[in-house]
């Protein structure tokens, strides 16, 4: 009896300090990262952000994309590449970070611009406007078109390895390669200089 209580709870122990593990790789990604170097197959990724979400940024980063992991839906917008921003979902397992397109988002967000495209016409009363909505709302419905994104989601879906030095952060995969440098630190340490300069 106290055999199998012992094995249980050795179990029971590796569990949880195995699930804190992983807990604690989720808490390292999440926030918002400077995009400091993107690379693919060894050629620069030259990323064209669309996002409505602004960050302040040091002034030595200015011009930079940025990405944010968040923590909460488990969600991320990836700059876009001649395209608007990809809508990712992530997850972390087996000490790798998983990315994946996140279709119900990119439906939503698709779905309500087109709905705003319907309050046009009915203000309008324009009947080309009516038909564009239909067929665009039909085929978004029926082939989750997803076309545009064709280039950004070779690049960005895939599984990487985690590897982080102070407050950079360095995500590899089979074909790409990141270094996101942590926006809250970068500020702090601006800040700090700021300060130490008076």
């Known amino acids: 009896m106290h055999r199998n209580k012992f094995t249980l709870l050795a179990l029971l122990s590796i569990f949880l300090l195995r699930c804190n593990q ?24 030259i990323t064209s952000s669309k996002t409505a979400k602004l960050y302040m940024l040091p002034p030595d980063y200015k011009g930079k994309n940025t990405l944010a992991f968040n923590i909460e839906d488990s969600t991320a917008v990836f700059p876009g590449i001649g395209t608007e921003d990809v809508p990712c979902k992530w997850l972390v397992k087996d000490k790798r970070l998983i990315i994946t397109f996140d279709t119900l ?19 309008r009363r324009d009947s080309a406007l009516k038909k564009t909505y239909n067929f665009k709302r039909d085929s978004i419905l029926k082939n989750r078109s997803i076309n545009i994104y064709k280039l950004p989601l070779s690049i960005y879906v895939g599984a990487y390895t985690i590897a982080k030095a102070g407050s950079l952060l360095i995500l590899t995969s089979s074909t790409t390669r990141f ?20």
């Open 179 to 198: 270094e996101l440098l942590n926006l809250d630190d970068m500020l702090k340490r601006r800040i700090d200089e700021m300060l130490d300069d008076r």
């Open 105 to 123: 988002k990119f439906e939503k967000n698709a779905l309500e611009s087109i709905d705003n495209l319907k309050i046009e016409s009915i203000l």
């Open 22 to 45: 992983i807990e604690t790789k989720k808490k390292d990604i999440a926030g918002a990262w400077i995009i400091n170097k993107a690379v693919y197959h060894d050629t620069k990724i």
